[in-house]
């Protein structure tokens, strides 16, 4: 296991929080070895590869069942929307929770979660929360109460 892997066992991120997209690099799952190097628990997102093939599942090619669980991505690449209904659909259908990155305005936070994202990263939490409570999607922490 490579220094990295170490890190992120002794920090106890195989609960099934999400590991940064390169994960499988980083930690040495990709090169070969077992991806369940670190824990059957360990939630990971792919890199551009698995994103690229699940975007095209959206457009009908064939992909088999991912071995990811989530994707972590930005709303679009290069000027090219990631996420849209296709890749939702193809999201939904594999099984694949799709979070999206950095979102700040609220009207696209608006269009995200009406097409059915599964969690967005904001600089903004302020106004992401209130827009969920607007909505009546608001779930406190219970551990907060």
Same mark, same amino acid.
């Given at each position: 296991m490579r220094p990295g892997g170490c890190a992120l066992g002794r920090c106890d991120h195989t609960d099934g929080r999400c590991g940064p997209g390169l994960c499988r690099v980083v930690f040495g799952c990709a090169d +070969?070895?077992?991806? +369940?190097l670190l824990g059957p628990d360990l939630c990971w997102s792919p890199a551009h590869a698995g #994103? +690229? %093939?699940? =975007?095209l599942a959206g457009f009908g090619l064939p992909l088999p069942h991912p071995d990811f669980a989530v994707v972590q991505v930005p709303p679009m690449y290069r +000027? *090219?929307? &990631? #996420?849209a209904r296709r890749f939702m659909a193809a999201a939904t259908r594999l099984g694949v929770d799709v979070q999206v990155w950095t979102v700040n305005e609220p009207d696209q936070m608006?269009?995200?979660?009406? *097409?059915? &994202?599964? %969690? *967005?990263?904001? $600089? =903004?939490p302020r #106004?992401?929360? $209130?827009?969920?409570?607007?909505?009546?999607?608001?779930? /406190?922490? /219970?551990s907060r109460a």
């Open positions: +070969g070895g077992d991806p +369940g #994103v +690229g %093939a699940l =975007w +000027g *090219i929307p &990631v #996420v608006v269009h995200l979660l009406d *097409i059915g &994202v599964g %969690a *967005i990263m904001t $600089d =903004w #106004v992401l929360r $209130d827009l969920l409570q607007a909505r009546g999607q608001w779930q /406190p922490d /219970p």
